[in-house]
């Protein structure tokens, strides 16, 4: 790890089944994406530095995967209990769950008042069953007052790591 102010930031992902949310956390932790491996069983956590050598600092990311537990209240506080930033996560090919990310914004909030909260647009690699439009994005973005989106792929990679990067970048700024 390079010279630097080392800082440990909790990340939580949420977001419906099945819209990437474990594969975007392997992306960007192991550079892998895994068709075969299916839906994931309990608790998952992955953990990987950035470093911001221009700030000297590291960011000791600890990425928090909600798993198959989207539906239980009790353990969803358990996971975003102490986290720093986080992340909410839609399929730009299913418009179910982009509706859905007002209530995982609610329910974030409730917990985690004053922490940045970003959106990960998911699938980009699925051209012909896109969806959501970057004007409905925009709009919601407006209304949520999120601090900014990706359009990202967990397949192919694109913008999965600076994503990450921008929201701990975004969180070290506020600790100065
Ligand atoms: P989840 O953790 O949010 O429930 P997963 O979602 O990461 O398990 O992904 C759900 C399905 O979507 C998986 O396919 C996975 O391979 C696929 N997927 C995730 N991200 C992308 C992406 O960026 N592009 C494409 N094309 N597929 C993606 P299966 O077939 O296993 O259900
Ligand atoms: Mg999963």
């Known amino acids: 790890m390079s010279e630097g102010k080392k800082y440990q930031l909790k990340v939580v992902v949420v977001g419906d ?12 932790a192991d550079d892998k994406f895994e068709d075969e491996y299916k839906h994931t069983i309990g608790a998952d956590f992955n953990v990987k530095v950035i470093e911001f050598p221009e700030d000297k600092k590291n960011a000791v990311l600890t990425v928090w995967d909600i ?3 989207e539906r239980f209240e009790i353990i969803r506080r358990y996971y975003y209990e102490g986290s720093h ?13 982009f509706q859905h990310v007002s209530n995982w914004y609610k329910d974030l909030r409730e917990y985690l008042k004053d922490i940045p909260i970003a959106l990960l647009a998911n699938k980009l690699d699925l051209k012909d069953g896109i969806v959501i439009s970057d004007s409905d994005i925009e709009t919601l973005m407006k209304e949520l007052k999120i601090e900014f989106y990706f359009k990202t792929s967990a397949k192919t990679g694109k913008n999965v790591d600076k994503a990450f990067s921008k929201l701990a970048k975004i969180k070290l700024e506020k600790l100065i």
């Open 85 to 97: 930033a986080g992340f909410i996560v839609f399929d730009l090919t299913n418009k179910e769950a």
């Open 17 to 28: 089944p099945a819209v990437g949310k474990t594969s975007l956390i392997r992306r960007f």
């Open 67 to 69: 798993g198959g537990q």
